[in-house]
């Protein structure tokens, strides 16, 4: 005989155990990530991983200074590069920290927004057996109206002082009222959450469909600017804006006008720009520091001002260049830094070729007011006494071979180099409005005039109006959070004895349920009124 084993076949699902216990975790830990306490925790990670974005410099808002911390720092540099120090605000772990912030905020406030509306929909408790056991209670009322009339006259008076109120009559005769008010506590507090989501979801897609840019726009015939990104001194673009997605405008800068305090305190700015949209006409408008101009889908913020210097500098082929070159302000009182440079002159007619090694380049600083000291500094921030103080160099700029540099400075490494050669001596000459300087080889530079500058920031965010109104109304929901106070009040009206003549014994009692100081006096309010059967 053979004996044939039988065998059971494998089990294509897991043990119920096993699937309980890993539902159990998940459960757990879904409670856990939903919970105030974590929300909490994650907002606070958050502000604590945003501080290195603002210790590091950021790739996205000026490159130039990542490139100087490279050089400056070259062993720190590639680690903080691998852990996303250079672009905090679109590493993984910020992302992380912000999407499992708004996952907790999602899943701990629509729970309690549910509860909270079955809440507001469901009536008032009945009234507990024992008034003697809460903490207000108030001893027995004689009143000579029936036990019906008592109740429905208490519920009148609560309901004129925004008492959510039932009336309900009871086996033995009496009837009860309950009470209860506070519920825009919750609701303030929901609010407040809601609009913190709305705020990180505004600040998220206005990071992504956003851009800005930084421009120094001069004044004159001559200058302008047009919205496109080779145009700006500095400009970031949100992940999902292409350059082709700029909004079509032009600025051409007309007059800037600015008052100051005796001792140089800045009082006023206002610049008069000309606007063009969309290949539109051009219009004239004003705007200053606190009042922006808005354009269709663009921002001009108005951040400061300065002058910008125009020269004309004639080769030794007697070919004159006019150029206007701003100078960027220091200190309060205007004491500017910049450059000029003049890297296309002295073309040769007979080989119609160029020595790029006779280039010119001007460096220094220009004063509106020249202390009468003779120091090099401003004493004052308008233009009563102009001045530039200017150093030549000849050499190389740099700029045919497309080396990158600043347009308000020379390259220092060239100047240290010998590439570029000091060719005015120790001290800056000094030039007036209308003065020329006459250079070694017989080249001169003419101070011309001044052309006004003002620097602009210019912004877009889709979701700007988003975010104010999630601050508002998270401001608001915070204030009814704290403002208000939950608490209930019951009344029981009891038919009176006959030997006392009737009517109906009061008596009552009261629950905050939230700490609320001002609940003691409330509740006596009330009692007082219910007992006179003042309304």
């Known amino acids: 005989m053979t004996i044939v084993e039988e065998r059971e076949a494998p089990s294509a699902a897991p043990p119920p155990r096993r699937v309980n216990r890993l539902w159990a975790v998940l459960r757990n830990s879904w409670r856990q990530l939903t919970s105030m306490r974590t929300a909490l925790v994650l907002l606070f990670l958050l502000a604590v991983a945003a501080i290195p974005g603002s210790v590091f410099p950021q790739r996205a808002v000026s490159p130039e200074k990542v490139d100087q911390y490279y050089s400056a720092h070259p062993q720190w540099a590639p680690w903080l590069a691998r852990l996303g120090g250079f672009e905090v605000y679109g590493s993984p772990w910020f992302a992380a920290i912000y999407l499992l912030l708004f996952t907790s905020l999602i ?13 507001v929909r469901t009536v008032p408790p009945e009234a507990p057996k024992r008034f003697d056991r809460l903490p207000q209670r108030s001893p027995e009322a004689a009143r000579p109206e029936d036990p019906a009339e008592v109740a429905e006259a208490v519920a009148t008076m609560m309901r004129r002082r925004r008492f959510r109120t039932k009336v309900r009559e009871q086996a033995d005769g009496s009837f009860t009222v309950a009470g209860e008010k506070g519920y825009l506590k919750e609701t303030g507090n929901l609010l407040f959450h809601f609009a913190l989501l709305a705020v990180l979801i505004g600040v998220g897609f206005g990071h992504w469909y956003g851009w800005h840019g930084d421009r120094i726009l ?65 219009v004239q408008h004003k705007f200053t520091v606190n009042h922006t101009l808005r354009l269709h889908h663009a921002n001009v913020h108005l951040l400061g001002h300065g002058y910008a210097a125009v020269v004309r500098y004639t080769d030794r082929f007697g070919v004159a260049q006019t150029k206007t070159a701003a100078f960027l302000p220091i200190d309060q009182n205007q004491t ?5 440079q003049f890297p296309d002159i002295n073309l040769d007619p007979k080989t119609d070729q160029r020595d790029s090694t006779q280039q010119i380049g001007f460096e220094g600083r220009f004063l509106p007011t020249v202390a009468s000291d003779g120091s090099a500094t401003s004493s ?5 006494d102009p001045a530039l103080f200017l150093t030549a160099y000849r050499g190389d700029l740099g700029l045919d071979v497309g080396t990158p540099g600043s347009v308000y400075s020379l390259n220092q490494s060239q100047i240290a180099s010998g590439e570029l050669k000091n060719i005015s001596g120790v001290r800056p000459h000094e030039l007036k409005v209308g003065q020329s300087w006459t250079l070694d080889d017989g080249t001169t530079l003419q101070f011309v005039g001044l052309e006004p500058f003002a620097t602009l920031t210019i912004r877009y965010d889709p979701t700007q109006e988003m975010v104010l109104v999630g601050a508002v109304l998270g401001l608001a929901g915070l204030m009814l959070s704290l403002s208000m106070h939950r608490r209930r009040v019951w009344f029981r009206a009891l038919p009176g004895s006959p030997d006392s003549g009737g009517g109906s014994v009061l008596t009552s009692g009261g629950l905050p349920r939230t700490d609320y100081p001002g609940f003691s006096d409330e509740f006596k309010a009330l009692v007082k009124a219910a007992e006179e059967g003042t309304p």
């Open 380 to 384: 004052f921030p308008a233009a009563n």
């Open 336 to 340: 500017s830094e910049g450059a000029i």
């Open 218 to 282: 001069v004044g004159g015939a001559d200058q302008g600017f047009c919205n496109s990104v080779a145009q700006y001194d500095e400009s970031t673009l949100g992940p999902r804006v292409a350059p082709s997605d700029l909004a079509d405008f032009c600025l051409k800068l007309t007059d800037f006008s600015a008052t100051y305090q005796s001792s140089g305190e800045p009082k006023t700015f206002e610049a008069t720009v000309l606007a063009q949209q969309d290949d539109g006409p051009w």
């Open 107 to 119: 899943g701990c406030v629509i729970p309690r927004l549910l509860d909270h509306v079955r809440a």
